[in-house]
């Protein structure tokens, strides 16, 4: 399993969090509070493409993502986009 960051690939492993992949593959995202959406410090925009394949953003998330000044309709948190194989090659971008 693969997802592209900023049009440059990375290994992933299914059930793990988009974060979690960047983390390890030492990629600019920063993740203050360990997935435990107390931030918004991981957003990432997702390809418009891929954006309705994921499953929709719990109240909490979206109250987080209303703290970001650059947030767009396809904006998510990293911590909050568990893998499955239909997210294979899954595409996003870190603003």
Known sequence: MKVMVDGREWPATTGERLLDVARRNGLALEGTCNGDLACATCHVVIAAEWFERLPPAREEEEDML?????????????????LTPALDKLSVTLP
Do not use: K, M, Y
Not at 72 to 81: V, Y
């Open 66 to 82: 209303d703290l970001v000044g650059d947030a767009r309709r396809t904006s998510r948190l990293a911590c909050q986009i568990v």
